[in-house]
T-cell receptor, first 114, second 110 residues
Framework: NAGVTQTPKFQVLKTGQSMTLQCAQD?????MSWYRQDPGMGLRLIHY???????DQGEVPNGYNVSRSTTEDFPLRLLSAAPSQTSVYFC?????????????FGEGSRLTVL | GQNIDQPTEMTATEGAIVQINCTYQ??????LFWYQQHAGEAPTFLSY????GLEEKGRFSSFLSRSKGYSYLLLKELQMKDSASYLC???????????FGTGTKLQVIP
């Protein structure tokens, strides 16, 4: 059972380049989300989705785009990378309507923007 | 956004008991989570409190007081492998958003 799979695990970009972080889950979870984690800042919500075709902004959405064409996939796009986007990115999913609302996290994608 | 406050770091001795506190703004939160995160790894779910009181799961217990905006995670019989960051988090926005505190880095020493 793969759970939540993120690719790539590591990436180095130059300022202004674009890239997509991939996230896929095989648990048929309706809810998917992207967080970034920076030292001293904790996990901050970038974007989230409650189902295919539905996305919404989190706390720090600027510079990032998402789409949700299928239940399984929730890619995060950086249109023009900036050094401030150097971070560890986590994708997380959960089943809607569960009592605990437990989030299942991917292993993380470590991005460096030079 | 909602504010969640936790101590930045704590140190405790192997075999002892440690309590990690978390305070939050009471308006808008619908329950509190605790996650564990080892260095370089993803967070993993420990517990969830939606009602006031204590929830016990083996060596780990979590407490919530909604009226006081206060929660704590209690770790008993500490082991070296418990050295990790512990993240307090809450639902907001009608169960659509999970907001995390900055985490408490716990070091367990022999």
């Amino acid at each position: 059972n793969a759970g939540v799979t993120q690719t790539p695990k590591f990436q180095v970009l130059k300022t202004g380049q674009s890239m997509t972080l991939q996230c896929a889950q095989d648990m048929n979870h309706e809810y998917m989300s992207w967080y970034r984690q920076d030292p001293g800042m904790g996990l901050r919500l970038i974007h989230y989705s409650v189902g295919a075709g539905i996305t919404d902004q989190g706390e720090v959405p600027n510079g990032y785009n998402v789409s949700r064409s299928t239940t399984e996939d929730f890619p995060l796009r950086l249109l023009s990378a900036a050094p401030s986007q150097t971070s560890v990115y986590f994708c997380a999913s959960r089943r809607q309507g569960t009592v605990t609302g437990e989030l299942f996290f991917g292993e993380g994608s470590r991005l460096t923007v030079l | 956004g909602q504010n969640i406050d936790q101590p930045t770091e704590m140190t405790a001795t192997e075999g002892a008991i440690v309590q990690i506190n978390c305070t939050y703004q009471t308006s808008g939160f619908n329950g509190l989570f605790w996650y564990q995160q080892h260095a370089g790894e993803a967070p993993t779910f420990l517990s969830y409190n939606v009602l006031d009181g204590l929830e016990e799961k083996g060596r780990f217990s979590s407490f919530l007081s909604r009226s006081k905006g206060y929660s704590y995670l209690l770790l008993k019989e500490l082991q070296m492998k418990d050295s990790a960051s512990y993240l307090c988090a809450g639902f907001s926005g009608g169960y659509q958003k999970v907001t995390f505190g900055t985490g408490t880095k716990l070091q367990v020493i022999p």
